[in-house]
């Protein structure tokens, strides 16, 4: 029996295996045979072992013995046994073990062979397992075959050489002359490899891009040749020459185009002629087309040009086959930032494919959905998107679920309207939902004063109707807790009047309390809420009193706590209990990224210079650099509260002295600096400590008029790569005469070393009139001793 | 970059699995199941495109797959690859499969895991797109078999046939892939 039977006899053996038991059986005792294969010396028979271990390590055992076994089978002679001992070397062992330092010479030597198959085979694990030392070693050798040698290993050179730059970047320099001279190449092997080491030596140097934007004529050609050439059955897919050199070459057309005028210039007509001659009846054709499109969107393009692509993608997009249109969704996605308008014409078609059977397809509606969300389409939008979420599969329902609440909070065009669909999310998908929508939607309640008729009548029938969504149940027990007497009284302008007795209030409490599927919170809520109502209602506190009671001695120690303290209320401290239990005053949204006490909705009133109605943020680049400032800080929350601030001063025109910061290092403790004095009012700024990415500030407020100053509030704009945190001021008054200050910290964190810059405003009502004033802080100077401060005043 | 190129069965039994970048073996079985599993939930007649799982590195990953008869072949690449392209791909692979082993079957890639290794070779590198011309890469793989054979021959002295496919027990050469493919009614063996 001839040896290379020897493997096909053992998968065999092992296929005939009946249980997985058996299977590992067999296994084992192969897995002996070849040990004991690998001790021996060489018989001709290492290699048939090495591939049957190599069998073995697919189906998943462990194999590791095998490693040096391909090292020794790496430096043979023979053929057969280099290429199974490279084979095992690819598929075991890894830059992370010493082994394969030991075939780093083995490598070298084979790259010297005379046969190219051999030296082929060394190129080829060199571009799988290579690691940086490796990588290191054997540069110039790839890059003397580079140049050398037959077309079938100079392809094989060039994709190891982009391993090469990915290991170790430093070496990308060694190949640049090189590529540049591959492009002249007739072999589309080498072209295409070619193509692919120039796009890994552009995206990874800026100079080399400039170097190689003078190779886009020749680049031009080639496609030229590619796209009018007759039929050449070789490289032929369906009828497009050469798809994936198409492919390779457009996209590193874009890479050269972007932001470049000449370059752009240059491929405008090759694009044309691409776009409107390619066949995209078949899946070659279209990637192709798909390719043209991006790379079109990508350059400085005509416009004429732009609305072609844009109509192609669009065609794509009523294709009937599936694979089309989740690309051309995939394709929508990345210019909907830049060509909103035109994807907005397709809004249509996209809403329809919420409704594909795809789950794929699905999610790139979705995503596609929510970013074409505005607020002239708002209510339609919110609409599909409320049906989609009750029909969505499972997987994407948190993302649907954060997704409308994002755009509804950025967008919705009435309070009722957003508490409704909010609402309507935690009925379907309560379980989905982020924890924070919880204090988010009991805060947006407060603030609607004139829809807590509506909202708590709304929020008890749902309780009734099902107590399995804890997150709405959460939040109609507070609600029912706090405006229990409107619920009571029964008449609601905007909803169908139902009357409700204590009783039944009482009722839907009490199985909240005791029904297994609540969680503890819940609960807690429910328990709180019951006490509540005992100052709302008036026939049966007995039975309030009667309900706390028996939760006083309740397992759960929260739960316990708070009836025992609820207990107390009623016997002891029966005269404080109407005053604790009043209503609540209207909370303050205080979660980090947010101004303190403010509406970052205010400041994003728009410009006057914009006309458009209020779109993402990367669509505000020509407005005015405040609102793109502070469009960052509230991210997308509606007006948390009455803002006091006059909403008239849009363009802020601030003269921008400088201020600088003291680098303060820690532990000298800086002095403050003061950033603005007028009317008698200062604000000082102490740096409190700063590493590279991260800077903590005070700002104090002092006031040193006649009279104290009220609701005093400090707002603060950063970079967009910046992220800023205010936490609470300490107060909003300031007494008179230097009496008294109010100081807030503010934390900032800047990942990328952009250099610094913070605009704070400064507002208050001094005796009734409203003033507000704006500092810009310009530059925060690297930690430095010496560094003097100099101080803008505006 | 191609990340991992995986061909599975029906069952989720790994035919063919080769990573382009390193995992730990627990890992590469994990994988594979996973992917399986994935993989094998989605109807006949959606895309061939899947959000990667978790654990073949994240939201930038796709699974571009097709379905042949009775094995899934899936390439998990990342952003830069064309998915249409890839898709095209695998159209390619195969179809040089299939010349190289005559009518190619699931029982070709488990008893030659070997050689399908090599041709793969010859298409992929270091998880970038080598050679796409059919005609080109079994050329070179055939050299590169009869130079292996001629070896073996002179060691042994002794000749094998140079046929590639296996007979099973029967004798009768079951459908290949391609077939399957296109002939969707003809009932499929394992």
Request: negative net charge; proline residues 4%.
């Amino acid at each position: 029996m001839t040896p290379s039977v020897r493997l096909q006899e053992m998968i065999r053996v092992i296929r005939s295996a009946r249980t997985q038991g058996e299977e590992r059986g067999i296994i084992q005792k192969e897995c002996a045979e070849i040990r004991a294969q690998f001790r021996q010396t060489d018989n001709g028979e290492r290699s048939h072992s090495l591939a049957k271990l190599l069998y073995v390590h697919m189906l998943g055992y462990p194999a590791h013995f095998g490693q040096m076994e391909c090292v020794r089978l790496i430096a043979s002679p023979r053929y057969s046994e280099k290429r199974i001992g490279y084979l095992g070397a690819m598929m075991l062992l890894d830059e992370k073990q010493d082994a394969s330092l030991l075939i780093t010479n083995s490598i070298k030597n084979d790259l010297s062979h005379s046969s190219q198959y051999v030296q082929s085979l060394a190129l080829c694990t060199l571009a799988c397992m290579g690691s940086s030392e490796m990588c290191r070693d054997l540069a110039p050798e790839i890059e003397r075959l580079l140049r050398a040698s037959t077309s079938y290993i100079k392809k094989k050179a060039t994709l190891c050489a982009v391993h090469i730059i990915r290991k170790v970047p430093e070496l990308a320099e060694l190949f640049t002359p090189s590529a540049r001279s591959l492009l002249s190449e007739k072999n589309h092997g080498v072209l295409h490899g070619a193509v692919v080491l120039i796009t890994e030596l552009c995206e990874r140097n800026a100079e080399t891009l400039d170097k190689f934007r003078k190779a886009v004529p020749e680049l031009v050609t080639i496609m030229k040749g590619l796209v009018t050439s007759s039929y050449s059955p070789e490289h032929n897919v369906a009828g497009i020459s050469d798809p994936f050199l198409q492919v390779r070459i457009l996209r590193l057309l874009r890479i050269l185009g972007h932001n470049n005028d000449s370059a752009s210039d240059a491929m405008n007509d090759l694009l044309a002629q691409v776009a409107t001659n390619t066949d995209s009846s078949k899946t070659a054709g279209s990637a192709v087309l798909y390719e043209t499109v991006l790379t079109i969107m990508d350059i400085n393009s005509e416009s004429g040009l732009r609305v072609l692509a844009v109509n192609i993608l669009g065609r794509f997009l009523l294709n009937n086959d599936r694979n089309i249109r989740y690309i051309s969704m995939t394709s929508l996605q990345k210019i909907v930032q830049t060509d909103h308008n035109a994807v907005q014409r397709h809004r249509g078609t996209i809403v329809d494919c919420l409704k594909d059977q795809d789950t794929s397809v699905k999610r790139r509606a979705l995503e596609l959905s929510l970013a074409l969300v505005s607020p002239v389409n708002i209510r339609s939008m919110m609409k599909e998107l409320l049906i989609f979420l009750s029909s969505c599969p499972v997987e994407l329902r948190s993302q649907t679920a954060s997704g409308i609440f994002n755009a509804a909070e950025r967008y919705s065009p009435s309070k009722r309207w957003h508490i409704d669909t909010i609402l309507h999310v935690l009925t379907t998908a309560g379980g989905d939902v982020r924890d924070e929508t919880v204090p988010n939607l009991i805060q947006l309640i407060t603030t609607a004063s004139e829809l807590h008729c509506y909202t708590v009548h709304k929020l008890y029938r749902a309780l009734v109707k099902d107590i399995s969504q804890q997150s709405l149940v959460q939040v109609a027990c507070w609600c029912i807790g706090e405006y229990g007497d409107l619920l009571l009284k029964g008449e609601c302008e905007e909803i169908e009047p139902v009357q409700v007795t204590e009783d039944d209030v009482l009722d839907a409490l009490e199985t909240v309390l005791q029904s297994h599927m609540s969680a503890p919170a819940t609960r807690g809520f429910a328990l709180t809420a019951t006490m509540k109502l005992s100052t709302r209602i008036t026939d049966n506190v007995d039975r309030i009193r009667s309900i706390v009671s028996i939760y006083g001695s309740c397992i759960d120690l929260e739960l316990q706590q708070r009836a025992v303290e609820y207990n107390a209320l009623f016997k002891k401290y029966d005269h404080m209990r109407a005053a604790v239990l009043e209503r609540m005053p209207l909370m303050e949204k205080n979660s980090p990224g947010h101004t303190n006490g403010d509406s970052s909705g205010e400041i994003k009133e728009p410009e006057p210079a914009k006309t458009k109605p209020v779109e993402p943020i990367l669509l505000s680049e020509p407005a005015n650099q405040v609102c793109d400032l502070l469009d960052l800080l509230g991210g997308t929350d509606t007006p948390v509260q009455p803002s006091s601030a006059p909403t008239s001063t849009a363009t802020t025109t601030s003269s921008a002295d400088l201020l600088d910061l003291l680098g303060g290092l820690e532990p000298t403790p800086v002095p403050a600096v003061t950033v603005y004095e007028k009317n008698g009012v200062s604000l000082k700024i102490q740096c409190d400590s700063q590493t590279d990415t991260d800077i903590t500030v005070t700002l104090i407020a002092s006031n040193s008029t006649q009279n104290d100053i009220s609701n005093f509030t400090l707002q603060a704009a950063v970079p967009k790569s910046v992220q800023l945190q205010m936490k609470a001021p300490s107060g909003n008054v300031i007494a008179a005469h230097g009496l008294g200050q109010v100081t807030q910290t503010v934390l900032l964190n800047n990942p990328n070393k952009v250099s610094l810059k913070m605009r704070v405003r400064v507002s208050y009502s001094d005796q009734g009139t409203m003033l507000q004033d704006t500092v810009q802080i310009d530059s925060f100077p690297s930690p430095s001793w010496n560094s003097q401060p100099s101080i803008g005043v505006l | 970059m191609i990340k991992a190129i995986l061909i599975f069965n029906n069952h989720g039994k790994p035919r063919l699995s080769k990573f382009y970048e390193h995992y730990t073996e627990d890992t590469e079985q994990q994988i594979i199941r996973e992917t399986f599993h994935l993989v094998s939930k989605r109807d006949e007649n959606v895309c061939n495109f899947l959000e990667g799982g978790l654990l073949i590195g994240g939201s930038d990953n796709k699974l571009i797959y097709r379905h042949y008869a009775t094995l899934y072949f899936v390439f998990c690449v990342d952003s830069s690859e064309s998915e249409l392209g890839i898709l095209d791909l695998i159209q390619v692979f195969v179809e040089t499969l299939d010349k190289c082993f005559e009518n190619v079957c699931e029982l070709d890639l488990i008893f030659h895991m070997d050689k399908v290794h090599n041709i793969l070779a010859e298409m992929v590198m270091g998880g970038m797109v080598l050679e796409t011309n059919m005609s080109e890469i079994i050329t070179q793989a055939e050299a590169q078999s009869k130079m292996e054979k001629s070896e073996i021959c002179a060691f042994l002295s002794l000749c094998r046939p140079l046929s590639f496919s296996v007979p099973d027990r029967t004798g009768r050469r079951r459908p290949g892939l391609l077939e399957l493919q296109h002939a969707p009614y003809r009932p499929s063996r394992t």
